[in-house]
Nanobody
């Protein structure tokens, strides 16, 4: 089992930036994928960005060019730098870790972007 602890959410105005961080501990395999999903009220959870242990990244189209995902394999952390935030980015953001043992989730952190 992998435990995930998130930090960095908050309330910002449109156009501002936030950085989310997630620290993993527990049964972490060297070959894994980490990233962020988000869920807005009344909507399904959606993938925001993911990064493999080898450094390959994927982003949903609506955040490309604004969000950057990065990780530190030595520290088992993954960060999401969010720039030029929009009101439609408002959601609870969940860190995840996927590996041979399955997928683990963080508790979620609220990001609110006011117009």
């Amino acid at each position: 089992q992998v435990q995930l602890v998130e930090s960095g959410g908050g309330l910002v105005q449109a156009g501002e930036s936030l950085r989310l961080s997630c620290a993993a501990s527990g049964s972490i395999f060297s070959n894994n994928v980490m990233g962020w999903y988000r869920q807005a009220p009344g909507k399904q959870r959606e993938l925001v960005a993911r990064i493999t242990s080898g450094g390959s990244t994927n982003y949903r189209d609506s955040v490309k060019g604004r969000f950057t995902i990065s990780r530190d394999n030595a520290k088992n952390t993954v960060d999401l730098q969010m720039n030029s935030l929009k009101p439609e980015d408002t959601a609870v953001y969940y860190c995840f870790h996927g590996g041979p043992g399955g997928t683990s989730w963080g508790q979620g952190t609220q990001v609110t972007v006011s117009s």
